[in-house]
């Protein structure tokens, strides 16, 4: 089944310690990419991928790191959490990024950071 | 910024068309339009997107705008499981922004 999965899907932490949430995609997509959606703000994007080793910032990508060292693995890094980024995240991946493709989006991760 | 503008919510019957509104003013020759909806506890899934023409496909139309300043996501007869987030985004064909900006969406709201 063609899916983007997400790892864990919730997660409490506390501040300053490092964390990592893992995006996997089997759909031999060349564009993946994290956003985050708090209340009242919608989804707002915060890394991006072209391809392996090709990452670009989004909207809001303070505070986040992302690799991308294998086609279907794009893990969203979270080196020191602060409170303001409890959040739920959403991985996307979709063929290209061309206009015409469409996202696959995997289940959200509700994050927690005390 | 968000470079489409959408009501916050909107409210309609059971089994009656829904007309969701979307403006793109600043669109660009090469920008698709494209609309996800996001149910409740879910991840956003896509529905529909189009280029120039109108589009239909078994889960809803798109009716573009001549000057594609504005489109509008139809759907024929709402049932409650159409009660979601719908969002409406611009995404370049040319590679020339892969930044993808989503907005608030609008809360759409089906009434037995």
């Known amino acids: 089944e063609a899916q983007v999965t997400q790892n864990p899907r919730y997660l409490i932490t506390v501040t300053g310690k490092k964390l990592t949430v893992t995006c996997s995609q089997n759909?031999?997509?060349?564009?993946m990419s994290w956003y985050r959606q708090d209340p009242g703000l919608g989804l707002r994007q915060i890394y991006y991928?072209?391809?392996?080793?090709?990452?670009d910032k989004g909207d809001v990508p303070e505070g986040y790191k992302v690799s991308r060292k294998e086609k279907r693995n794009f893990p969203l890094i979270l080196e020191s959490p602060s409170p303001n980024q409890t959040s739920l995240y959403f991985c996307?991946?979709?063929?290209?990024?061309?206009?015409?493709?469409?996202?696959?989006f995997g289940p959200g991760t509700r994050l927690l950071v005390l | 910024d968000a470079k489409t503008t959408q009501p916050n919510s909107m409210e309609s019957n059971e089994e009656e068309p829904v007309h969701l509104p979307c403006n793109h003013s600043?669109?660009?020759?090469?920008?698709?339009i494209h609309w996800y909806r996001q149910l409740p506890s879910q991840g956003p899934e896509y529905v529909i997107h189009?280029?120039?023409s109108n589009v239909n496909n078994r889960m809803a139309s798109l009716a573009i705008a001549e000057d594609r300043k504005s489109s509008t996501l139809i759907l024929h007869r709402a049932t409650l499981r159409d009660a979601a987030v719908y969002y409406c985004?611009?995404?370049?064909?040319?590679?020339?922004?892969?930044?993808?900006?989503f907005g608030k969406g609008t809360r759409l709201h089906i009434l037995p």
């Open positions: 985004i611009l995404r370049d064909v040319g590679n020339r922004d892969d930044k993808i900006i």
């Open positions: 991928s072209m391809n392996v080793e090709v990452t």
């Open positions: 600043t669109i660009s020759g090469t920008d698709y």
């Open positions: 189009g280029l120039t």
């Open positions: 759909m031999n997509h060349e564009y």
């Open positions: 996307a991946s979709s063929f290209t990024a061309r206009g015409g493709e469409t996202q696959y």
